[in-house]
């Protein structure tokens, strides 16, 4: 039987920083102080469908090239409420207790049984710095699906008859000056917008999750991403950082002072992309990447900065 809606991957974020609307920061979160306890944070959700939130997640800026650490990201603790303004526990909950290294490269909080906010209302959140260290820059990022009226936003799908066959595809165009697709010479200040991925003509290709970084030095650690469809409607109210959004390639992932072996040479647990975004042959997905590592010391721009969106080629039958 047909879903009553069209499910469309959306993440939310809050931060300090503006959303691509130029709306809903709070700049309280650009430093939160040891001990600290703020109040009365908003996230407005969009006004063109409901969300079903499904998980989440949250970070703070590393503080250096050379050790890599997100500093007291284990010391936050956070209650939300639902779309009646009633919270989910009347105390803050440590989030290391219910997720691992604030839940980037995939190990997100699942929430569960799911919460149906109505277009247009708001998430209310409050947090606490149970640390001694300052949480520099905290982002609190929120994953599920928009439900829309069928046939009124751009989705793709699979044919009624088809094969598929596993398949990475780098996410710049390869050629003769750029054999393995790579994002080249991204500077420690940088940001580039309407990028294009396409689809090769030979095979239609879906989406299911990707990986983001260089497991060789320089490393980029403030890099953020904003996925869009092929009409330019993006996946997301604000850049995602790479870590949530996809999950690092490189071959140990650091948080919260913690090392985490990965899988080979890839990030532990790619962070999946749900529903699958389906490509036809010849179509596009198009990107805005920023880089704000200026301020770091030992800096430099990363001749090659991969990015390969991972899933399978389909072929009609």
Same mark, same amino acid.
């Given at each position: ?16 920083? /503006? ?46 090239? !050379? ?33 691992? +290294? ?23 959140? !409050? ?17 599920? $699906? ?22 990475? +595809? ?15 010479? &991204? ?19 879906? $989406? ?12 980029? &650690? ?7 469809? !092929?009409?330019?409607?993006?996946? *997301? ?33 790619? *962070?999946?992309?749900?529903? !699958?975004?389906? $490509? ?33 080629? $389909?072929? /009609?039958?």
């Amino acid at each position: 039987m047909k879903p009553q809606f069209q499910q469309r991957f959306q993440i939310y974020k809050i931060s300090s920083q /503006p959303d691509l609307n130029g709306q809903f920061a709070d700049p309280r979160l650009a430093a939160v102080a040891p001990g600290q306890i703020i109040t009365g944070i908003e996230l407005h959700l969009d006004t063109d469908a409901p969300f079903l939130l499904r998980g989440r997640c949250h970070r703070v800026s590393y503080d250096s090239l !050379e050790t890599k650490t997100q500093v007291g990201i284990q010391n936050l603790g956070l209650r939300f409420a639902g779309p009646d303004q009633n919270f989910f526990s009347s105390q803050f909950i440590p989030q290391n207790l219910v997720m691992p +290294y604030g839940g980037q490269g995939g190990a997100w909080k699942p929430v569960t049984p799911q919460v149906l906010y109505p277009a247009g209302s708001q998430l209310v959140v !409050e947090i606490q710095n149970t640390g001694t260290s300052t949480l520099t820059n905290l982002e609190l990022y929120w994953l599920g $699906v928009k439900l829309y009226p069928w046939g009124t936003v751009q989705a793709y799908t699979y044919p009624k008859k088809f094969k598929q066959i596993p398949f990475v +595809y780098p996410i710049n165009p390869m050629t003769s000056g750029n054999p393995d697709g790579m994002i080249q010479n &991204l500077a420690p200040t940088d940001q580039r917008l309407a990028q294009i991925f396409q689809v090769l003509n030979d095979a239609d290709f879906v $989406v299911r999750y990707g990986q983001a970084g260089p497991s060789f030095a320089p490393f980029g &650690l403030e890099v953020f991403v904003t996925l869009r469809d !092929e009409s330019d409607k993006a996946f *997301s109210n604000a850049p995602c950082h790479v870590e949530v959004l996809f999950g690092p390639s490189n071959g140990n992932y650091q948080c919260g002072g913690v090392t985490i072996p990965a899988i080979g040479t890839g990030n532990f647990q790619p *962070s999946v992309i749900f529903p !699958e975004i389906y $490509v036809p042959t010849s179509h596009q997905l198009k990107y805005d990447i920023s880089r704000a590592d200026g301020a770091y010391a030992g800096s430099a721009t990363i001749p090659d900065y991969p990015i390969n969106l991972v899933g399978a080629k $389909v072929y /009609p039958q």
